[in-house]
């Protein structure tokens, strides 16, 4: 009723539904603890109740952190198990990023670091992709696209650092770019 043309569902960087998903922090006994089952069912619930009142065309996301990055916790053979099953219950694309649950997790940040957990979902579990994660330039993100290790490419610091970063990509790319008449001196001086 908002008006929304997708819907993602967070289940990544510690959030509730990563708690469920991580051993790392679930540490149940019911049913939504112990087993790969158990403890991704409450998303699968979540995600069938959803899916059940948004508009059958309306695209699901759902977020996943691909591993935990600490041995015996969350990984990416569960999430690309996870994601296959998601897809079964009418998920369209995994938003692929990692880590989130544990503040002593090592996590080797340089540029693109979570592109290659997200090709492994994409060919392993047979699902759309979102690449993200230290993608900062136009090329970098049209080379994971092109090159078919994600579907998309989302971008969030990228766009805080410099708002004009979609006309840039398009004047990149397609070596033109229509800037709507207000905000053409403020392009034109930040090129």
Same mark, same amino acid.
């Given at each position: 009723?908002?008006?929304?043309?997708?819907?993602?569902?967070?289940?990544?960087?510690?959030? %509730? %539904?990563?708690?469920?998903?991580?051993?790392?922090?679930?540490?149940r006994?019911d049913g939504?603890?112990?087993?790969?089952?158990?403890?991704?069912?409450?998303?699968g619930?979540?995600?069938?109740?959803?899916?059940?009142?948004?508009?059958?065309d309306?695209?699901?996301?759902? !977020?996943?952190s691909?591993? =935990?990055?600490?041995?015996?916790?969350?990984? %990416?053979?569960?999430?690309?198990?996870?994601?296959?099953d %998601?897809k079964?219950?009418?998920?369209?694309?995994i938003?692929?990023s990692?880590?989130?649950?544990?503040?002593?997790?090592e996590?080797?940040l340089?540029?693109?670091?979570?592109?290659?957990?997200?090709?492994?979902? !994409?060919?392993?579990?047979?699902?759309?992709?979102a690449?993200?994660?230290?993608?900062?330039d136009?090329?970098?993100?049209?080379?994971?696209?092109?090159?078919?290790?994600?579907?998309?490419?989302?971008?969030?610091?990228?766009?805080? !650092? =410099?708002?004009?970063?979609?006309?840039r990509?398009?004047a990149?790319l397609m070596?033109e770019?229509?800037?709507?008449?207000p905000?053409?001196?403020?392009?034109?001086?930040? !090129?």
């Open positions: 009723m908002a008006g929304f043309d997708v819907v993602e569902i967070h289940a990544a960087h510690g959030y %509730l %539904l990563h708690q469920f998903l991580s051993p790392f922090s679930n540490k006994t939504y603890g112990g087993s790969f089952e158990n403890r991704t069912r409450f998303l619930q979540v995600v069938t109740r959803v899916r059940e009142v948004i508009p059958d309306a695209p699901l996301f759902v !977020r996943l691909a591993t =935990d990055w600490i041995p015996g916790a969350w990984s %990416l053979e569960d999430s690309t198990r996870l994601a296959g %998601l079964l219950h009418g998920v369209d694309l938003d692929v990692s880590g989130g649950i544990a503040a002593n997790a996590i080797p340089e540029r693109g670091y979570q592109v290659p957990f997200s090709r492994h979902i !994409r060919d392993n579990a047979d699902i759309l992709t690449a993200v994660g230290l993608i900062t136009v090329d970098q993100a049209e080379d994971v696209v092109a090159s078919g290790d994600a579907d998309l490419v989302f971008l969030g610091r990228a766009f805080l !650092r =410099d708002p004009y970063w979609p006309l990509a398009q990149t070596h770019v229509y800037v709507p008449a905000y053409r001196s403020a392009f034109a001086t930040s !090129r």
